[in-house]
């Protein structure tokens, strides 16, 4: 699986004419994981980790970034316009929680941003079905990334 965010920028590269830049210069420097888990019959939860900046990224807190609403989406305005590497210029931000943290965008509840149902029963009908799906797709993103079982997580 191709990087997202490493096949975003090249796809804006093209069409501007331009060579695609990263925070440091260099596509390949820009550490990121992306996936999609179903928490429910119908419901897919979508997640997008940036890795910390530093060689040893699994001694790094893991901050898992919920955009407010409820409703928006983290991987969208969360990543690009407040916390992520680049800026909604596609720009590097001076001041990335990466420089400090791993940052997982997650897009709570389904439906959000790049979160889906495939059918209309998918949709979470109230608080505690958003938080049990919540629960399922941070089970399922350790049991995937499992150097992050022992961080020090934050949301």
Not at 48 to 66: G, H, K, N, R, V
Not at 126 to 139: E, F, G, H, P, R
Request: overall charge negative.
């Amino acid at each position: 699986m191709q990087p997202l965010l490493t096949s975003f920028l090249r796809a804006c590269a093209v069409l501007l004419g331009g060579q695609p830049q990263g925070p440091t210069g260099c596509l390949a420097e820009i550490r990121e994981a992306w996936s999609y888990v179903k928490v429910r019959e119908h419901a897919y939860m979508f997640w997008w980790l940036m890795f910390a900046d530093t060689p040893e990224y699994q001694a790094a807190p893991l901050i898992i970034w919920l955009q407010g609403g409820p409703g928006a989406s983290s991987a969208g305005f969360g990543n690009f316009a407040e916390i992520g590497p680049l800026d909604v210029q596609l720009l590097p931000r001076n001041h990335s929680w990466v420089r400090f943290a791993n940052l997982l965008f997650v897009d709570n509840p389904v439906g959000s941003g790049y979160s889906f149902v495939t059918n209309e029963t998918g949709f979470a009908v109230n608080n505690s079905q958003i938080a049990s799906d919540l629960v399922t797709m941070i089970s399922v993103f350790l049991a995937k990334m499992p150097e992050f079982q022992a961080s020090h997580a934050c949301a």
